[in-house]
């Protein structure tokens, strides 16, 4: 069957979907109109950041609830949805018409299969290559390798723009991002807490003509790269202040190394300040490894907080089928 012609149901259960919109008057009515069309009963949520089109006017009338977020940047409208908003189940795509929302059914049969807290919707490779800008590409995969490294779980396409999660996932994200780095802490926050995910291909096509993409790589990019590096600090500090210290301490067995020897030969030491460096190196390594130690505790506290709030939530049930916590 398909989804965009025929929607798909899921009594009992109240699902919203949330479309972050900027400048998205040529595209948001379709994204709209499919969604409403994939599943019945869904509620759309089209959040307006301060468009200076008519993506509100078009938008409410696809048939969608517009809200406005005056803070600029997409991390500001995730964080405002997922506090204003309540449901069950909860889908989040972009407004440009890109993703194929006719899987939408899909993705919610998927999360309540599991139950899952959260299905990533993949762009696959037979979507429009068009869609695609090589730079934007190659950092996703950049990215997704970063990302399965540091945190030990393999992520396919953490730059997605289409998802959907379980309320418990909703309510227990911090949503600290203000713009597109939002869809990395999304992903980290899954992986983080090990909470129950899965990826499902979806279709990717070009912008519909006259909708212009509000990514800007190189800007985009290195937020990621800076948020990345914030999350390292505070979700995998022993790993980090442990480099560091390593680091130092290599860099003091090399400076020590020949005082050691000419100190043995010699029983002087001729190279005062290169010793006196030495010493304060290896000092600061041993200092860098400690304070890794302090703040894997404090993390460790932190993460079992941020659990234990997880967990008191039920998990994602059909009506006719009792929830898991």
């Not at 699902?15 to 869904?42: G, K, M, S, W």
């Not at 989040?92 to 059914?105: E, F, H, K, R, W």
């Not at 291909?201 to 937020?223: I, N, Q």
């Given at each position: 069957?398909?989804?965009?012609?025929?929607?798909?149901?899921?009594?009992?259960?109240?699902?919203?979907?949330?479309?972050?919109?900027?400048?998205?008057?040529?595209?948001?009515?379709?994204?709209?109109?499919?969604?409403?069309?994939?599943?019945?009963?869904?509620?759309?949520?089209?959040?307006?950041?301060?468009?200076?089109?008519?993506?509100?006017?078009?938008?409410?009338?696809?048939?969608?609830?517009?809200?406005?977020?005056?803070?600029?940047?997409?991390?500001?409208?995730?964080?405002?949805?997922?506090?204003?908003?309540?449901?069950?189940?909860?889908?989040?795509?972009?407004?440009?018409?890109?993703?194929?929302?006719?899987?939408?059914?899909?993705?919610?049969?998927?999360?309540?299969?599991?139950?899952?807290?959260?299905?990533?919707?993949?762009?696959?490779?037979?979507s429009d290559e068009s869609a695609y800008r090589p730079g934007h590409e190659a950092g996703n995969r950049m990215f997704n390798r970063l990302i399965s490294h540091l945190f030990g779980e393999d992520v396919t396409d953490m730059l997605s723009g289409y998802r959907v999660f379980?309320?418990?996932?909703?309510?227990?994200?911090?949503?600290?991002?203000?713009?597109?780095?939002?869809?990395?802490?999304?992903?980290?926050?899954?992986?983080?807490?090990?909470?129950?995910?899965?990826?499902?291909?979806?279709?990717?096509?070009?912008?519909?003509?006259?909708?212009?993409?509000?990514?800007?790589?190189?800007?985009?990019?290195?937020?990621?790269?800076?948020?990345?590096?914030?999350?390292?600090?505070?979700?995998?500090?022993?790993?980090?202040?442990?480099?560091?210290?390593?680091?130092?301490?290599?860099?003091?067995?090399?400076?020590?190394?020949?005082?050691?020897?000419?100190?043995?030969?010699?029983?002087?030491?001729?190279?005062?300040?290169?010793?006196?460096?030495?010493?304060?190196?290896?000092?600061?390594?041993?200092?860098?490894?400690?304070?890794?130690?302090?703040?894997?505790?404090?993390?460790?506290?932190?993460?079992?907080?941020?659990?234990?709030?997880?967990?008191?939530?039920?998990?994602?049930?059909?009506?006719?089928?009792?929830?898991?916590?």
């Amino acid at each position: 069957m398909n989804a965009a012609t025929a929607g798909t149901g899921f009594d009992g259960l109240i699902i919203a979907a949330i479309v972050p919109c900027y400048n998205e008057e040529v595209a948001v009515p379709q994204v709209v109109t499919d969604l409403l069309a994939a599943v019945d009963d869904i509620t759309v949520y089209v959040y307006d950041n301060n468009s200076n089109d008519r993506t509100a006017e078009v938008a409410a009338a696809a048939g969608a609830i517009v809200r406005t977020e005056t803070r600029k940047g997409k991390g500001n409208v995730v964080r405002r949805a997922f506090a204003d908003i309540d449901a069950d189940i909860y889908l989040l795509i972009d407004g440009d018409d890109t993703y194929d929302a006719s899987a939408a059914p899909l993705m919610i049969e998927t999360l309540l299969s599991g139950p899952y807290d959260h299905v990533l919707g993949v762009r696959t490779e037979e979507s429009d290559e068009s869609a695609y800008r090589p730079g934007h590409e190659a950092g996703n995969r950049m990215f997704n390798r970063l990302i399965s490294h540091l945190f030990g779980e393999d992520v396919t396409d953490m730059l997605s723009g289409y998802r959907v999660f379980s309320r418990r996932f909703v309510k227990s994200f911090p949503a600290l991002s203000r713009e597109f780095e939002i869809e990395t802490e999304l992903t980290v926050h899954a992986v983080n807490l090990r909470l129950p995910q899965v990826e499902v291909p979806v279709g990717f096509k070009d912008r519909p003509e006259g909708s212009e993409s509000k990514l800007r790589t190189y800007h985009d990019g290195f937020r990621i790269l800076r948020l990345i590096g914030s999350l390292l600090q505070h979700e995998r500090p022993l790993a980090l202040f442990s480099t560091i210290g390593a680091f130092f301490m290599v860099v003091a067995v090399i400076l020590g190394i020949p005082l050691f020897f000419t100190y043995a030969e010699t029983h002087a030491v001729p190279r005062l300040p290169t010793a006196v460096l030495a010493t304060g190196v290896m000092l600061a390594g041993i200092m860098s490894f400690v304070v890794g130690l302090v703040l894997n505790g404090i993390q460790r506290q932190r993460r079992e907080s941020a659990r234990l709030s997880y967990l008191r939530l039920p998990s994602v049930a059909r009506p006719d089928r009792p929830t898991n916590s």
